[in-house]
């Protein structure tokens, strides 16, 4: 995939890489996103329910 404004410009060597960039930031990203919803999340949702208790606010009580 090249780049279409620097072909435009007859910049093809830096609409080639260009597109070489576009296509491993793609690909990166999918990675990082398969990696986020396979171990990421499933560690941190560990985490939360283990100290879920911990973070929940104490109930005031009037003074009424």
Do not use: C, F, W, Y
């Not at 990203?29 to 985490?47: C, G, M, P, W, Y």
């Amino acid at each position: 995939m090249r780049s279409s404004r620097a072909t435009k410009l007859g910049l093809n060597d830096a609409a080639k890489i260009l597109g070489e960039t576009l296509q491993e930031e793609k690909a990166t990203d999918a990675a990082l996103t398969k990696l986020a919803k396979s171990e990421i999340n499933i560690e941190a949702d560990d985490q939360r329910e283990e100290h879920e208790g911990e973070m929940k606010p104490k109930k005031r009580v009037s003074s009424k």
